[in-house]
């Protein structure tokens, strides 16, 4: 059965640095979508692409979050700077695009970053 | 805006009771609204959304528009069934994003 996939599964990292996620989602999902986790909290959404254009990034920190996904098939989610609030759960999730809204949302195990 | 409520961060009951997971949800357009489940050290996984009006694993879930509420039932709660529980809304408009509630752990002992 596919999954979507997503690398690396722990980070650990210090206030300041760059860091890097990577999602891989099911084939033949057209949309696909980063959540944060903050521990205590349910997923909330930063940013939803619908092939390789972003539809959705209200809630992303654009000063220091950013997310690309060039043919639309795989994408990154880098912060940089990292600080310590941004220490959570990183979800990846793919769903396919249907006429009428969207299909069921599928997620990854997900990447969790502890900023020290 | 909209809002989605799970009032009880943890609830715990015996093998073979019922189990009720409250969720309520407020936005003043016609939502949609899911039940998803993470098993431990699992990802987390759909259980059941309202449109389809299935029984997964024993589970239902009636949504209330007058009570704006999707809560999650089940007669006979099983071991197996201890896990988190989120509640999530989907506004049922072009975008597909989901707004979660902050989830219930449900532990079934023995």
């Known amino acids: 059965e596919a999954e979507v996939a997503q690398s690396p599964r722990y980070k650990i990292t210090e206030k300041s640095q760059a860091v890097a996620f990577w999602c891989d989602p099911i084939s033949g999902h057209a949309t696909l979508y980063w959540y944060r986790q903050i521990l205590g909290q349910g997923p909330e959404l930063l940013v939803q692409f619908q092939d390789e254009s972003v539809v959705d990034d209200s809630q992303l920190p654009k000063d220091r979050f950013s997310a690309e996904r060039l043919k639309g098939v795989d994408s990154t989610l880098k912060i940089q700077p990292a600080e310590l609030g941004d220490s959570a759960m990183y979800l990846c999730?793919?769903?396919?695009?249907?006429?009428?809204?969207?299909?069921?949302?599928?997620f990854g195990p997900g990447t969790r970053l502890t900023v020290l | 805006a909209q809002r989605v409520t799970q009032p009880e961060k943890l609830l715990s009951v015996f093998k073979g009771a019922p189990v009720e997971l409250k969720c309520n949800y407020s936005y003043s357009g016609s939502p949609e609204l899911f039940w998803y489940v993470q098993y431990s050290r699992q990802r987390l996984q759909l259980l059941l959304r309202?449109?389809s009006r299935e029984s997964i694993k024993g589970f239902t879930a009636d949504l209330n528009k007058g009570e704006t509420s999707f809560h999650l039932k089940k007669p006979f709660a099983q071991e197996e069934d201890s896990a988190m529980y989120y509640c999530?809304?989907?506004?049922?408009?072009?975008?597909?994003?989901?707004?979660f509630g902050r989830g219930t752990q449900l532990t079934v002992w023995p």
């Open positions: 999730a793919s769903s396919r695009r249907l006429a009428g809204g969207y299909d069921t949302q599928y």
């Open positions: 999530a809304l989907n506004r049922g408009s072009t975008l597909g994003r989901l707004y």
């Open positions: 309202h449109i």
